[in-house]
């Protein structure tokens, strides 16, 4: 079975939520679908997924969808990972060291942005530092 056939109902979602700059693309047997919208939607195209893959044991699929616009410094975020916590790192890299961990669902403050890829975070237990966007949903 194709990828984009498996995930039909996820890329309609995301095209049907009206996803800004949505990309969908294969490459080396994996699925990649890029895009921009409200942390409404990002959850809920993440939920689909959930439904496609229980387990998120595939390892086909890259659903790098950002929730960015309209967020600033002080809001509440909510830890959006797969199954795991979220790493907080010392700078903005995969290459700097994990300093912390937010758990899945866990709710964190913005302290700032980085970039698009990376914000500063802390979480309830003043834990601090910086992680990647993509698991990061804006709380509305």
């Known amino acids: 079975m194709a990828l984009q056939d498996k995930y039909k109902e996820?890329?309609?979602?995301?095209?049907?939520?009206?996803?800004?700059?949505?990309?969908?693309?294969?490459?080396?047997?994996?699925?990649?679908?890029?895009?921009?919208?409200?942390?409404?939607?990002?959850?809920?195209?993440?939920?689909?997924?959930?439904?496609?893959?229980?387990?998120?044991?595939?390892?086909?699929?890259?659903?790098?969808?950002?929730?960015?616009?309209?967020?600033?410094?002080?809001?509440?975020?909510?830890?959006?990972?797969?199954?795991?916590?979220?790493?907080?790192?010392?700078?903005?890299s995969t290459e700097d060291t994990v300093v912390g961990k937010a758990a899945r669902h866990e709710i964190v403050t913005l302290v700032k942005k980085e970039n698009d890829q990376w914000w500063y975070i802390q979480t309830k237990d003043g834990e601090e530092g910086y992680s990647y966007t993509q698991y990061l949903t804006p709380v509305e």
């Open 10 to 92: 996820l890329i309609d979602a995301a095209t049907n939520a009206g996803v800004a700059n949505l990309q969908v693309r294969e490459q080396e047997g994996v699925l990649y679908i890029d895009g921009d919208t409200s942390g409404t939607t990002k959850q809920q195209l993440w939920d689909i997924y959930g439904k496609l893959d229980p387990d998120y044991s595939g390892g086909d699929l890259m659903l790098n969808i950002n929730s960015i616009a309209g967020v600033s410094e002080g809001a509440k975020l909510k830890v959006t990972t797969n199954r795991t916590n979220l790493n907080i790192r010392k700078g903005p």
